[in-house]
């Protein structure tokens, strides 16, 4: 079943993706291949892939419950987060919240994963930034 | 004789204190991360890769280090295998059938030490091996043209799978997924904007190294919040190792077994799709056939453990030779350091050996003396990295993903990577679950402008006539391996896994590396 969803899927990227190769605004100055023959070549084999799945799917696999998929799906949200916080609240900072959180939901206690992020965010900046020179993100603290 | 003199300058510039001292720290760090179950050298050379490009390093430096790394983690990858039966990455599986049970006999000592030894002489003769082939590969490399450097690709890819490829289908997808993205951003020969959907970052294009460190590093820190509980269950005591210097009469008794395994594991290695997993599977079958008189073999016989160790050693030097000389990966971590070479902006193929020969020499001179180095790392430190075992994927796995954000932070600067990182990370995940092989969408993503160009430069020669395209033998000739190493696995696979995975009782699922 797993599969073929995941057929249908591909076949509507394979689609979309043919379609807007279709409106690739060509330059005048072409040559005789153009921008649009590699992807549609692409397209047809992303298709004739996903038609294959629609047909022989294999066995599904253990799809995690809600409540793991809900996990993977918080820990995405909190490392968008984590991104765009980056510049504004500097390295070290948003590193300790990132990494604790990571910690706690593997399975470390709130206490153990506060440690752990604060000795991961201190280390990396030691050993990059102080050691190594590597521009990290600064906040407006400056590290 | 001409290589053994490009190999001495080789020498020269791989002996330097500096490049001497990142070779003995890719050794060092490769075989921790080889040894930690859920970082094989994929994903432990993709999150350096970044980090040794934002540090400035040269060239030879920078890839003297990966390629440390990358041998460090085929030496590490035995670690876990023998003393927790849980390998370190595929090649490793096999390493499980006779190491296991050595540690559980009290023996973990001696067999690390002559899985160790076994190493050595795999990847020491394959080495040579690299020496000598590749420069013959390059000369017949000279003659392809860009029709045949579309069918190459087209054969690296159709290949990948592997010949214990699952679905073909599903190889054939990734691959073109990766070539999708690979696609976007603004077209080189006619300057139009493919796939940017008005966004200013995409019109540089995806940067491969955000794929590669999404892919390979994120989504296993996804695979393992996913299931972190039972990974919690593998916390055991340390084994006893017992001892650690193996005795002249096990090499005496293991050395047949270990050079006739290192041939057929290099063999492996250079052709394509088979790679080190089936190099070490092959060695490890035929030795059986060969020697196991009594049958001793999965009940903790040395020359078991010897064998794959020294096939799948063999195979990744082995696995180097198409890399160099064509610039075309067979394996996953292959593919990470042709990322290496990208990223360094050297492309690798005939015009390495002659125009960058510094390069390709002092790398293959670094290669003999990693190791050596690692040798001498792994037989008397092999406690400490025994140790590293313990560190539980709770403190381990955020600091992976840290790494990946401080890696793809160093060379662009831009949040969009590294939102864009992550997204890659989840389609990671979600690919692994579906039993779509990453391998290919990574390779997609790196060869999907080479192939293009060579696509329009080959149409544009022939004045848009497509039977260019197998207009020479040399070209007719890698359409048709091409064919058959796709249709292959489709008839022969599940035979060949089946054998691959019998004896073991439980099947290692998340693996990213081939």
Known sequence: MSDRLFGVIGLVIALIYAWQASIIEESFLSDVVGPKVFPYLIATVMGLASVFFVLRPDDDPVWPKFGKLLEIGMATIVLLVYAELLPVLGFVISTIFATAYLAWRLGSTPLMSLVSGVFTALGIYTVFRLILGLSLARGPLGF | ?514
């Not at chain 2, 000592?109 to 003769?125: K, M, P, R, W, Y």
């Not at chain 2, 794929?211 to 996804?222: K, P, T």
């Not at chain 2, 016989?301 to 010897?306: K, N, S, T, W, Y």
């Not at chain 2, 779509?436 to 329009?456: C, S």
């Open chain 2, 1 to 514: 004789m001409d290589v053994l003199g490009s190999l001495s300058d080789g020498f020269l510039i791989a002996l330097t204190w500096e490049n001497l001292m990142f070779a003995l720290l890719g050794c060092f760090l490769g075989t921790i991360m080889g040894a930690l179950p859920g970082l094989g050298p994929s994903n432990g050379v993709a999150i350096l890769i970044p980090l040794a490009f934002t540090l400035g390093l040269a060239p030879t430096p920078a890839l003297i280090l990966l390629t440390s790394v990358y041998y460090g983690a085929m030496y590490g990858g035995r670690v876990s295998s023998i003393l927790l039966n849980i390998p370190g990455d595929e090649p490793a599986l096999m390493t499980c059938l006779d190491g296991y049970p050595m540690a559980q006999a009290g023996r973990a000592g001696e067999a690390l030490a002559i899985s160790g030894v076994a190493s050595f002489v795999g990847a020491f003769i394959a080495t040579w091996g690299l020496v000598f082939l590749a420069p013959q590969l390059v000369k017949v490399a000279l003659l392809f043209g860009p029709a045949e450097y579309f069918a190459l690709f087209t054969l690296a890819f159709a290949t990948l799978g592997g010949l214990s490829s699952k679905n073909q289908a599903k190889s054939a997808f990734a691959a073109a997924l990766g070539l999708a993205f690979a696609t976007v951003g603004m077209d080189d020969q006619t300057g139009s904007a493919r796939f940017t959907f008005g966004e200013v970052h995409l019109f540089d294009g995806i940067d491969f190294l955000v794929v590669i460190v999404g892919m390979f590093a994120l989504s296993e820190v996804f695979i393992f919040l996913e299931h972190h509980k039972a990974s919690d269950l593998k916390q055991v005591e340390p084994v006893k190792i017992g001892r650690i210097t193996p005795s002249w009469s096990l090499i005496k008794a293991c050395s047949p077994t270990m050079l006739r395994t290192t041939g057929l594991g290099f063999i492996a290695g250079v052709l394509p799709g088979a790679g080190a997993s089936l190099g070490s599977f092959i060695a490890y079958s035929m030795e059986k056939r060969l020697v196991d008189k009594q049958g001793t073999f999965g009940t903790g016989d040395p020359r078991g453990v010897a064998a794959p160790e020294a096939g799948n050693n063999a195979a990744a030097g082995g696995a180097l030779v198409p890399m160099l000389a064509l610039g075309v990966p067979g394996s996953g971590t292959t593919a990470v350091l042709l990322a290496v070479l990208l990223a360094m902006n050297i492309t690798p193929g005939p015009l390495l050996f002659t125009q960058n020969p510094d390069v390709v020499w002092g790398l293959i001179a670094a290669l003999f003396i990693g190791n050596i180095m690692l040798l001498i790392l792994n037989i008397p430190m092999v406690g400490l990295f025994t140790r590293v075992l313990l560190i539980p994927p709770r403190v381990l796995m955020p600091i992976v993903a840290m790494i990946s954000f401080v890696g793809i932070y160093g060379v662009s600067g831009s949040t969009f990577d590294l939102m864009v990182m992550v997204i890659f990370g989840v389609l990671g995940w979600a690919l692994r679950k579906l039993d779509v092989p990453l391998v290919p969408v990574v390779l997609g993503t790196l060869l999907g402008y080479a192939m293009e160009v060579n696509l329009r430069r080959a149409l544009t020669i022939s004045d848009g006539d497509y039977s260019v395209l197998v207009g020479s033998p040399l070209a007719i000739g890698l359409w048709a391996v091409a064919i058959v190493g796709f249709v292959f696995p489709i008839i022969f696979g599940p035979m060949l896994r089946a054998r691959m995975h019998a004896g073991r009782e439980s099947d290692p699922k998340d693996l990213t590396d081939e």
